[in-house]
């Protein structure tokens, strides 16, 4: 597979070596698909951006955009679009002047320059806002200009720096559409950086997981949300219970969960196929709304249920639709999700089924 | 092939850069290493180590020492003295008249030695007008004050000349940080002085320690106020001893001598600055407000509002009395020496008629220093933003190394400068270049004060706005003209207005490097004070504040319009 015909963008073994942190990353970003790449602060997002937008040259590896080599030109020849989480407006110029500034550099006719800079204001909403000064706009208003101002060359890529994170959660959720919205109707290829896991799951075609200057895993919001492939994966997306286990038999995907003396055998995961885990040592792993709660000691719920019975609640945190509920069994943590709110101290079984739990081996794939 | 992009996104900037530090080399590492080596070589030209320790174990040497120590120790205690109090009251109350205290105390800053030299005479001199005013009062004949060329004179001088720094400096950094700490001292107990002393004081005292020691600085280093209102060798301190070694006496070994421990002592006050400077960012992020202080503010009581009134009345005619006095002595004609005097315009007459004396000379002094002034602004201007981008961009990791290159011309005296550039020209052979020297001079003279200007506003401008640019498709080139050099405007602007204002002002390295022909506003000034000729040096005095004051209106003009 000749990777610069289908890729917009393909990075190979790019690394960036510090004293104290090292980038080395490889993915490919699709022509028009929206990628978010996520991760707790410090673990190279924003290395990323400026490597692929020129800010900072690799010190290894190859990078090509639509079948060009990124490394042989410099930022102002790349055609990249730049979102920086300050927006960076220029605070001497206003509105309009803003956003043709990167129609003036190129020495694009004047006339074509009012008008490409008035559809862009339309585009985002702030028809008539020309003359305005950014001291004047909203921070949500600054971000629209900001985007606009990075799409009036017409870049063959988008990079987004978190650019919603000074904003207030409602502004947000209605920016973080319109954005893709926008990028949608001008099928411009978008890195997008942010580290809400939510919004990375609402917005994005694919996700990219980064840890440490390295990627923990590649994949659609499905992909992620469901099949973390690491412990870290896991643990970044939303609540889990993750319990230290071995495999007992790869091939009937039973393992045993063991900790210090304590083991329980015989318990079910799910394996999708043509996937091999690499390491018997690793996680036993499932999300809390898939676990059912008994008060009873009828537990009988069928085949491949995996039953954890005499956990004691332990807390109980309402969060709208129903309760997360904390139990200690046997010396763990366990996550579980009711309808009903449980008294602390009471005892509990918590099933899942086999099919909602999965071996995340320590190792990465 | 890969090009090494981040040294190309900077390029142009390493340009000016090098600029910077290429301008540094002969026009201020050379004469300064002209003046010191003169304490280690004889009269033959030959390395001698005999020179430097007579002159380490002349009596002279080190009276002169403990006399400028003494002179800066008192005059800086009385300016904090004077300071501190504006300082409390501009940065923890609220109340209408706070304006005064800005206005009066930023006026010493931008006025010329020379002219508080003057305004000193013409106020509290014998026949000054608070002499008049006294004895008009008490019926006597007899100046009851005598103050001038005394050590009185000096000190009050420098307290004028610097208790605005210490307004300024202190004020700034009590505004800034939070007074949380006071409200929680209080909520356990502590009373207000307990409070003050155990809290305040500790807080506020790097502000104090760097004001202190960058008045100390200047009033060690001061030249024109000693020469004229020291009036003698008894009054003399290392600068003024450095000027006559080397022009009067022609001891250079000497004049050498007085350079090192001049240059020694003022790096260890830099020194002490720039540490507490430190200790105030330091402090200034961790106290930082969370509340506006407007909203904390408080409107000072009855009794406070009286003590507030008292300092800015006082304040306020300790600096304007002898400014306003200058005016009006400009004004003034007599026609005996001991006749009265009466209002009249005769001394503007002689400066505009082309007229006999020092005041034919008026119109090529104001022509000379208007031409070096923006001669020297042109040179150190774009020298200072380059340093600026030499310290802050090309090696931010050593950043410190760099500041303290740039930090060296404070710590060497104009005097020594000028004296640095007398030697060059001897070597020459050709005093024709003299006024090529004043303005590289006055170029290296101005050069902290710009770069005081522009370094921080650099250091506060993104480093997003510059990224964009060249994701937007702009070259370095462009990036810096069409978005830092706007950014920097003001910076560049203030810093430019105070490099004009201080080469107008500047006598001591041109006093040393002037010809007889070349003369400028404050050299003229010099030899009318020196010539008693008070009136005429009045009206030169006056066109020099209506020059400063123009100067910073269209300062002000420029920053709102652009």
Known sequence: MNPEKNY????????????????????????????????????????????????????????????????????????????????????????????????????????????????????????????????????GEKQRVALARALAPNPELLLLDEPLSALDAQLRQSLRNEIRRIQKDLAVTTLYVTHDQEEALSISDRIIIMNNGSIEQIGTPEEIYSFPKTRFSAEFFGKSTLLPAIINDSDSCTCTIQHNEYTQSSMHYFQAQNTTVESAEGCFFFRPENTKIFTTSDTNSGQNSNIFPNAKVTGCEYNGTGYFIECSWKGFSLLAFSKIKLVPGSLVSVSVHGSNCLFVSDEKI | MTLRFRDGTFRFTSFLAYFGIILLVPLFFLPVFMVLRQAFVDDAN?????????????????????????????????????????????????????????????????????????????????????????????????????????????????????????ISLVAGYWEQVSDNSELASYTMGAKKLKTFLSITLPKIYPAILSSAALIFLFCFTSF?????????????????????????????????????????????????????????????????????????????????????????????????????????RSFQSQLTRAGSTYLSLKWYQQLFNIGQGALSLTASAFSNSILIALSAAAIAVPAAIGLSYFILTINPRKSYISELLFMLPLAVSSVILGLGYYLLSNIAGNLSINRLLIVSAHAIITLPFILRAVMPALRNMRQSYSSAALSLGARPVRVFFSIELPLLKNAIISGSVFAIAISLGEINATLILADEQTITIPLLLYRLIGSYNFYAACAVGTLLVAMCILLFSVFEYLREKL
């Open chain 1, 8 to 139: 917009g963008l393909d990075l190979r073994g790019i690394k960036k070596i510090y004293s104290d942190f090292i980038l080395d990353i490889t993915f490919s970003v699709q022509r028009g698909e929206f990628v978010s790449l996520v991760g707790p602060s410090g673990c190279g997002k924003t290395t990323t951006l400026s490597v692929i937008s020129g800010l900072l040259e690799p010190d290894e590896g190859t990078m090509y955009l639509n079948r060009r080599n990124l490394l042989t030109v410099p930022i102002w020849d790349r055609a990249i679009g730049f979102v920086f989480q300050d927006y960076a407006l220029f605070p001497h110029m206003n509105i309009e002047r803003n956003i043709s500034y990167g129609l003036k550099v190129k020495k694009i006719e004047k006339s074509k320059t009012i008008s490409r800079t008035n559809t862009l204001l339309d585009t985002i909403g702030l028809c008539g806002y020309n003359k305005r000064l950014t001291d004047d706009l909203s921070g």
């Open chain 2, 46 to 166: 030959n390395f001698s180590l005999a020179i430097f320790t007579s002159l380490l174990r002349s009596s002279y040497i080190w009276r002169i020492t403990g006399f400028t120590t003494l002179q800066a120790l008192l005059s800086t205690i009385l300016a904090i003295a004077i300071g501190l109090p504006g300082a409390y009251i501009l940065s923890q109350f609220s109340f209408k008249g706070k304006f005064i205290i800005r206005a009066v105390s930023t006026v010493p800053f931008v006025l010329p030695p020379i002219i508080v030299v003057l305004g000193f005479v013409i106020f509290y001199g014998n026949n000054g007008f608070l002499n008049n005013f006294l004895m008009s009062i008490f019926k006597t004949s007899e100046p009851p004050l005598k103050i001038l060329y005394s050590l009185k004179a000096i000190i009050l001088a420098h307290g004028f000349y610097n208790f605005p720094i210490c």
């Open chain 2, 224 to 328: 024109a106020i000693i020469l004229v209102l020291g009036g003698g060798p008894w009054f003399s301190t290392i600068e003024v001893e450095i000027y006559r070694q080397a022009r009067v006496s022609f001891n250079l070994h000497s004049a050498a001598g007085l350079a090192i421990i001049s240059i020694v002592i003022s790096s260890v006050i830099l020194m002490i600055y720039l540490l507490s400077q430190k200790r105030m960012m330091g402090n200034i992020a961790g106290y930082k407000k969370s509340v506006s202080r407007k909203s904390i503010s408080i409107k000072p009581a009855a009794v406070g509002s009286i003590l507030i009134g008292i300092y800015i009345a006082i304040a306020g005619l300790f600096v304007t009395a002898p400014i306003i006095s200058v005016i009006f």
